[in-house]
Structures are given as structure tokens and as C-alpha cells.
């Protein structure tokens, strides 16, 4: 408990950023839904063959998994808030939209024949009997929606969209720390319970109130929507730089924009933790970013499909910068010096216990282990792939997980063996074994700014100032700078401004 009191303490700034952004984010989902579903329901009511195929399709879009709609979109929408509202929207459609009609076909028939006795026409008879009746129905139906909305965000926040799932992806970036992803999760539920017991409010309200306690409930939520923007004058920036999950681009991202803030005029907005490089990739092609640092064996490998056509650092960089150049139209800046190669690593005692020192050894004992892979790594050549054809390995037990969590995974002893990368700061942690790659399966992974050629064109100095990293920060630089952010709970921004000072890049 004085863990999580003292993270609490130390992160109140990102918890509040993170709990109005969240807010945001599903009320401006949650009243596009209300826009979209209320007129909808209430045109099904009158033409009711439409009613099943209608609802019907709203029900099957919430049965597709958010990540899967998320991934869809990027490609048309870039990343940000604009997929992550679109996604939110189509998940809060069919609890609003199938109350709404149930609500108004659920009003006495002998009312309405009464109102249109009286000589109400459609419109006032809507207005009048149908919808202020059904306007508890139509609340519990957006409360229903309201709650799936919230609860849905966090994962909005694979795409840089902000909100409290960025803690908790942080949290379990961070080896599954429980007291920051509870940071975000505890906020997530409580703002879904107060939000619920509000609209528990309106719809009791609307049995004698009718119509004007939704019109009440929309004017407030569309305040709530405008209120940040009317006292938000912060500029917009001229570049954005995004990242991968984790440590180590978060710091690298945080030393680019500091260089670039330092030696031009340009304002540089900040997209850290945007998830799996697929995701990375497609946001820098959209243009939803301007640059991100990748890896040369990741370009040669995921992004031209290639295999390295040499081990040394250099040709490899030369290879990455060539392919991505002629096949994207992109730049790929100098490297940095720190090799971030995938490795396979295991505890001291599993390794002298099986005297395992190359990655052939585990070959031997394929049956009898469980190896811990990521997605990402358990589906590339440059990986477990490669594995099965260079080692004739076939591990009997594979589990895949997400980065942050495989080396809990190994040291609670559910996994034998897992894949790292060679800079991690848990490699230091938990004092790691990496076992050799002596057919060079492993291309090397040198850190680089990748940005396409029109941003390159509009902005040539950025060539200059990030090719002043070129050479730079060694394996255990790298290693060191990963562990003060992951397990001294240092800073990003705090890391990469000292490096750079220290290495006279930066004035203090």
C-alpha cells in the first residue's frame, strides 16, 4: 500500500492528464453514439422490417475486438484520438440504438391513437407522448453505453490517444508493475461508476421530466467535451515524433525533440508508447508522425521483407537505408552506436543446469521447456522463425506474451527461456544469460531516425542535428539509461537531457 501511495504521489500531474483526457475522449464518443443511434432507433420504429438487420449489424460490430477495429482504421485515419473515437462510437451504438426502439415500441398504442384522435401530427406526437414515456428506456440504454465506452478507451491508448490506459500499458511495460497499472485501472472504474450513477440520475429524472432531461444531460456533456478546448491555447506542434512501447524509444524520442527544440525554432510534439512497430510504421506512412527511431534489422527484416546480406553493422545500415529509401520513399538517418539485437536469454541456473551457452543447445530439451515469446517475435524470421530453420528447433511449449511481461514470466519460473532485446534494463535486473548466435541469425539492430523524404525536404536541418547521435550511446549507455527509467522510475525527458549534457550536445 505505501508503494502504490508513493507512485500515486509521484505521478499526480500524468493522472490527472490522463483521467481528462479519458473523460474527454468518451464523452465526445459517447455523444456522437447518442447523435447517430436516437434518430436512427426512432426511424426503425416506423419502417420495423429494417429494425433486425439494423440492430442486427450494430451487435456484430461490437463483437469485433476493439484492437482489431483500432488496427483497421490506422491506415485511414492515422493514429490519435480520431480512430479511437470512431472505434468507441461503433462499440456504444447498439445499447442506445436497441432501447431506442424498444422504448418508443413499447408506448401503449392506445396513447398513440389518442394523440393522433387529438390531431397531433408525427412530429408532435413524438415530442409530446412517444419520447418522453420511452425516455427512461432510451437513458438506461446510453447509461449501458456510457460505462462499455469507458471501460473501452484504455485500450485506445495503443494508438496514442492518451486517456488511463497509457499508465497501465506503462505499468505493464514496466515487468506487470501492479502499482502503476492500479494507477490507471482504479481511475478507469471510478470514473465509469460516477458516470453511470449520473446518468442513473437523468433517467430517474426523465420519468417526470421526459425529453428536457436528455436535452439537460447533452448540454452537459457537450460542455464537458468543450470546456479543455476553451482554455487551451498551447501551439500546435510542427513536428510530432512517435515511438514504440517502451524505455528505451521513450528516452530517444525525448533526446530528439530536445535537440531540435535546441537548434531550431520548431515546436516538437511527443507520441510515446503507440505499440507494436506495425503500428509505428503505419502511423509515419499516414503521416499521423513525422519520425521515429527504428532499427536497421527491423527495416531490412519486417519492413522490406529481406534478410540481412551481411553482419557487419554498417552494411546492414547501408542495406536498411537503401531498401526503405527506394521502397517507402523514406530517410533512414545515421545510426546510433548501441546494438539492440533480439537475443535468447535465460536465468544462470537453467543455463548451468542444462549447460546451455548457444541457442543450438536448446535443441536437447525442446520437449521438456516453455519458452516465453512475444507476438512480434514468435512470427518473424528474425526470431522464432529463423529459430526452427537455422537451429531445427521445435520448442513443444510456447507461450506468447507482451514485452513487459515474459521476464516476470521467467523469473516466477513459468518459462525456461524467453526473447529479449540485448539493452533491456532487465537483462541487468535479474542477471541474464544470453545464449550465442553463432550462425548470425540475428541481424544487428542499430537504433536510427527514420522520417519520410517530403518532412526531410521541409525541414533539411534535422538532418544535421539527429546525425549528431550517430555513433553514440553504447550498449550499456543504453542499458543504464533503460534501467534509471524502468526501475529508478527516473524520467524519460530527465534521462535523455543528461546524456545529452554530459555529452556536451545539450547546455545545461
Do not use: C
Not at 106 to 126: C, I, Q, S, W
Amino acid at each position: 500500500m505505501n508503494e502504490f501511495i508513493t507512485v500515486f504521489q509521484n505521478r499526480q500531474d500524468m493522472l490527472l492528464e490522463s483521467t481528462l483526457e479519458h473523460l474527454q475522449i468518451s464523452m465526445i464518443s459517447l455523444i456522437i453514439a447518442i447523435i447517430i443511434a436516437v434518430p436512427l432507433g426512432l426511424y426503425l420504429t416506423r419502417y420495423p422490417k429494417a429494425a433486425e438487420p439494423v440492430i442486427g449489424t450494430s451487435a456484430v460490430l461490437q463483437t469485433i475486438p476493439s484492437l482489431a477495429v483500432l488496427a483497421f482504421l490506422i491506415p485511414f485515419f492515422g493514429i490519435g484520438t480520431t480512430p479511437a473515437i470512431i472505434a468507441l462510437v461503433l462499440y456504444g451504438l447498439l445499447p442506445i440504438l436497441r432501447n431506442t426502439y424498444t422504448g418508443i415500441k413499447e408506448v401503449d398504442p392506445a396513447l398513440k391513437e389518442a394523440a393522433t384522435g387529438m390531431g397531433m401530427n408525427f412530429l408532435k406526437r413524438l415530442t409530446k407522448v412517444e419520447l418522453p414515456i420511452a425516455m427512461p428506456v432510451i437513458m438506461a440504454g446510453i447509461r449501458t453505453s456510457m460505462v462499455l465506452i469507458v471501460g473501452t478507451t484504455t485500450i485506445a491508448a495503443l494508438i496514442g490517444a492518451g486517456g488511463l490506459g497509457d499508465i497501465i500499458l506503462l505499468g505493464l511495460d514496466r515487468g506487470a508493475d501492479v502499482n502503476l497499472i492500479l494507477l490507471g485501472a482504479i481511475p478507469a472504474a471510478l470514473l465509469a461508476i460516477l458516470l453511470d450513477l449520473i446518468l442513473r440520475l437523468f433517467e430517474k429524472i426523465s420519468r417526470k421530466a421526459g425529453i428536457k432531461s436528455f436535452i439537460a444531460m447533452l448540454i452537459i456533456a457537450v460542455l464537458i467535451v468543450l470546456t479543455p478546448f476553451m482554455f487551451n491555447d498551447s501551439r500546435q506542434p510542427d513536428l510530432v515524433i512517435g515511438g514504440k512501447m517502451g524505455s528505451e524509444p521513450d528516452i530517444l524520442i525525448n533526446m530528439y525533440k530536445l535537440l531540435i527544440e535546441e537548434e531550431t525554432g520548431l515546436h516538437v510534439g511527443l507520441e510515446p508508447n503507440l505499440g507494436k512497430t506495425a503500428f509505428v510504421f503505419s502511423a509515419l506512412q499516414q503521416g499521423s508522425i513525422d519520425i521515429f527511431p527504428e532499427f536497421t534489422g527491423t527495416a531490412i527484416v519486417t519492413h522490406l521483407e529481406e534478410q540481412a546480406q551481411s553482419n557487419d553493422a554498417r552494411d546492414v545500415y547501408e542495406q536498411a537505408k537503401q531498401g526503405m529509401k527506394e521502397e517507402f520513399g523514406m530517410e533512414l538517418l545515421e545510426p546510433m552506436d548501441f546494438n539492440n539485437t533480439y537475443a535468447v536469454a535465460t536465468t544462470e541456473e537453467m543455463a548451468e543446469q542444462y549447460g546451455l551457452q548457444e541457442i543450438g543447445d536448446l535443441k536437447q530439451i525442446e520437449n521438456d521447456i516453455t519458452a516465453g515469446f512475444t507476438l512480434e517475435f514468435n512470427d518473424r524470421y528474425d526470431g522464432y522463425v529463423g529459430m526452427q530453420e537455422v537451429y531445427d528447433l521445435d520448442i513443444a511449449d510456447i507461450k506468447t506474451m507482451e514485452p513487459g511481461i515474459r521476464q516476470n514470466a521467467l523469473s516466477n519460473g513459468e518459462v525456461d527461456v524467453i526473447d529479449a532485446y540485448a539493452t533491456d534494463s532487465y537483462m541487468i535486473e535479474l542477471n541474464l544469460v544470453t545464449l550465442d548466435d553463432p550462425e548470425n541469425l540475428f541481424p544487428p539492430y542499430q537504433g536510427a531516425p527514420l522520417m519520410r523524404d517530403d518532412t526531410l525536404e521541409e525541414y533539411p536541418e534535422l538532418e544535421g542535428i539527429l546525425n549528431q547521435l550517430s555513433g553514440k550511446i553504447t550498449d550499456d549507455e543504453m542499458r543504464q539509461m533503460n534501467y534509471q527509467v524502468d526501475y529508478e522510475d527516473r524520467s524519460p525527458n530527465e534521462v535523455a537531457r543528461e546524456y545529452l549534457v554530459n555529452e556536451g550536445l545539450l547546455d545545461n
